[in-house]
C-alpha cells in the first residue's frame, strides 16, 4: 500500500489539507459532514425531511400521532419537534432497548412503524376492530369486532394484559399491541421481534 505524502513545512501541508477538506466538503455538502459528525441526526433529517423551526412537519406529526398511540406524550401533535416530542422519543426507546439518541433514527423509525405495516394503526389510528379480532383470537370476549372501544372491549384487554403479564390499565400501548401481535402472529414471532 502505498501512501500519499504531501510535500512542503507541516504548516504549509496543514494549510493544503484544510483546502483539500474545504473543497471536499463543498461539492458534497453539508450532509456528509453532518453525518460524520451526528448519524442520529443526519438519519432523522432523511426519514423526516428538513425540520424548520415553527413550520409544520408532516412526518414530525406522524412520529407525534404514533408515539401518543402507543401511550408515551410527545405534546399536541403539531408537526413541530419540541422538548415534549424528543422526551417521549427518549423513553420510547429506552422501553424499547434502542440506543437513546432523542432523534427518530432508522431503528427508532422502524419499531414506531410496525404496527403500520401489520395494520394494527391504519390512518394513524388505532384498528380497534384488528384489536378485539386479537383479543377474541386469545380466548377472550370483546364483543362485536365493531371498531368500537366499548366497555366489554375495555374488559377484555384488562384482562389479556393480565394474562400476558403487563400493566392491566385497558390501555392499549405498544407493549399490549405487541402481545396482541403475537396472537395473531404467531409463526413470525414478530413480537419477540419487535421487543428485541
Known amino acids: 500500500m502505498s501512501k500519499i505524502r504531501i510535500s512542503g513545512n507541516p ?10 477538506l474545504v473543497l471536499c466538503f463543498s461539492l458534497t455538502g453539508c450532509d456528509l459532514l453532518y453525518r460524520m459528525l ?12 428538513d425540520m424548520v423551526p415553527f413550520q409544520k412537519n408532516p ?17 399536541k401533535a403539531d408537526g ?3 422538548l415534549q416530542t424528543r422526551n417521549a422519543i427518549e423513553e420510547f426507546q429506552r422501553d424499547n432497548g434502542l440506543k437513546e439518541t432523542r432523534f427518530v ?42 371498531g368500537k372501544m366499548g366497555t366489554k372491549t375495555k374488559k377484555a384487554v384488562i384482562a389479556f394484559q393480565n394474562s400476558v403479564g403487563l400493566k392491566a390499565d385497558g390501555k392499549i ?10 396472537v395473531l402472529f404467531p409463526q413470525q414471532g414478530a413480537g419477540r421481534q419487535i421487543l428485541q
Request: glycine share 10%.
Open 11 to 20: 504548516a504549509s501541508r496543514l494549510r493544503r489539507l484544510g483546502l483539500c
Open 38 to 49: 451526528h448519524q442520529e441526526g443526519a438519519e432523522e433529517k432523511e426519514l423526516l425531511g
Open 59 to 75: 412526518a414530525v406529526e406522524e412520529v407525534q400521532t404514533l408515539l401518543s398511540i402507543y401511550g408515551y406524550s410527545p405534546g
Open 80 to 82: 413541530v419537534i419540541g
Open 105 to 146: 433514527d432508522k431503528a427508532t423509525w422502524e419499531k414506531l412503524m410496525v404496527f403500520k405495516d401489520n395494520n394494527f394503526i391504519v390512518k394513524n389510528k388505532l384498528n380497534v376492530k384488528l384489536v378485539q379480532t386479537a383479543l377474541k383470537e386469545a380466548g377472550f370476549d370483546p364483543g362485536v369486532a365493531d
Open 173 to 182: 400501548g405498544y407493549k399490549t399491541l405487541v402481545k396482541l401481535n403475537d
